[in-house]
């Protein structure tokens, strides 16, 4: 394009008239600011997501019983995928455990292959159960944190509303002749029925505590202690008040001894013995125990004094 000299001119005049405005000091000052705005913006750094969370319920219980859970949860840890699993719900909860935790392992798996950096169980009451099995058959689990809230981890004997609607005509002392025959045995509640005044019944009779805890040889013993001590941290919560499991002390492996005197989790057989993973757990600090006094064994999971005092910290 033509310019006329009088135009070159006048060009010359103002870059004169900015190179005497602008001093070599402020473009240099000036450039970095230049380089920014012709550079492409850098993504927004991502917050780490947290863990999956699946919820497995307990004796009588529905997905509908954790409402309150679920919104401390959101409030808490916003974006967390929370699954409380719809299974067993109600009566279907007396099914035999064994058959319930082939339906919950079937349901879990897929979760779990989603998240590959590790899930959270939280199960209440006899779930707690249930997903202590499921830690011991499952090969491949991905569980970093087991919260067992209010579970009868040890066992339960105790005279309680459930099993006098259960069994009207029995008392805690008699119980053993029902749970400890093949046909209790296809009721959830006598899978972990815990008579101290007869260990040999129990022993021979039990067909899914008896087994989990390591107490009773059988060919997958080993495995199972494998697979169990795959777990990064056991939460362990109960209290003096929850009013159903009995001793209280079972939620965190305690139970009564032959004279009904309770012993802790280091004073039992199953720890002593090592028999399947607790006392490895311990040694390695992966176990938390965290007692509360003043909650009844129905409001566990809607406490929020409990939630953010016991499961929350432990939500990653």
């Known amino acids: 394009m033509y310019r006329s000299p009088a135009a070159l001119e006048a060009g010359g005049s103002m870059l004169g008239l900015w190179g005497q405005r602008l001093p070599s000091a402020w473009v240099l000052f000036l450039l970095p600011f230049l380089l920014l705005l012709l550079l492409p913006a850098a993504p927004a750094p991502h917050r780490a997501s947290y863990k999956p969370v699946i919820v497995v319920h307990g004796l009588f219980d529905s997905s509908y019983s954790f409402r309150h859970l679920l919104e401390y949860i959101n409030e808490t840890h916003?974006?967390?995928?929370?699954?409380?699993?719809?299974?067993?719900?109600?009566?279907?909860?007396?099914?035999?455990?064994?058959?319930?935790v082939?339906?919950?392992?079937?349901?879990?798996?897929?979760?779990?292959?989603?998240?590959?950096?590790?899930?959270h169980l939280i199960c209440y009451s006899q779930g707690g159960?249930?997903?202590?099995?499921?830690?011991?058959?499952?090969?491949?689990?991905?569980?970093?944190?087991?919260?067992?809230?209010?579970?009868?981890?040890?066992?339960?004997?105790?005279?309680?509303?459930?099993?006098?609607?259960?069994?009207p005509t029995s008392m805690r002392s008699n119980l053993y002749r029902i749970c400890y025959s093949p046909w209790g045995q296809e009721f959830s509640i006598c899978n972990y029925w815990h008579d101290p005044h007869h260990?040999?019944?129990?022993l021979n009779a039990s067909s899914f505590l008896a087994l989990i805890n390591g107490e009773r040889d059988h060919p997958n013993a080993t495995a199972w202690r494998k697979n169990f001590l795959r777990v990064g941290r056991l939460v362990l919560i109960g209290g003096p008040d929850d009013g159903v499991i009995t001793?209280?002390?079972?939620?965190?492996?305690?139970?009564?001894?032959?004279?009904?005197?309770?012993?802790?989790?280091?004073?039992?057989?199953?720890?002593l013995r090592d028999s399947f993973g607790l006392k490895t757990l311990l040694a390695r600090g992966a176990i938390v125990r965290c007692p509360m006094a003043g909650i009844s064994h129905t409001t566990w999971h809607s406490n929020r004094t409990l939630y953010e005092s016991c499961i929350e910290p432990w939500l990653s």
């Open 78 to 100: 916003p974006g967390t995928v929370v699954t409380v699993l719809d299974l067993f719900d109600g009566r279907e909860s007396l099914r035999p455990l064994w058959e319930q």
């Open 102 to 119: 082939q339906g919950f392992r079937e349901a879990v798996v897929p979760i779990m292959a989603k998240a590959p950096q590790g899930v």
């Open 129 to 167: 159960l249930v997903c202590r099995a499921l830690l011991s058959v499952m090969d491949e689990h991905n569980v970093d944190t087991f919260i067992s809230l209010s579970s009868p981890q040890m066992g339960q004997y105790g005279d309680t509303d459930y099993l006098k609607w259960l069994f």
């Open 199 to 202: 260990d040999d019944l129990y």
């Open 247 to 271: 001793p209280w002390q079972s939620s965190f492996f305690g139970f009564y001894d032959a004279n009904e005197t309770v012993l802790e989790m280091e004073e039992q057989l199953v720890y």
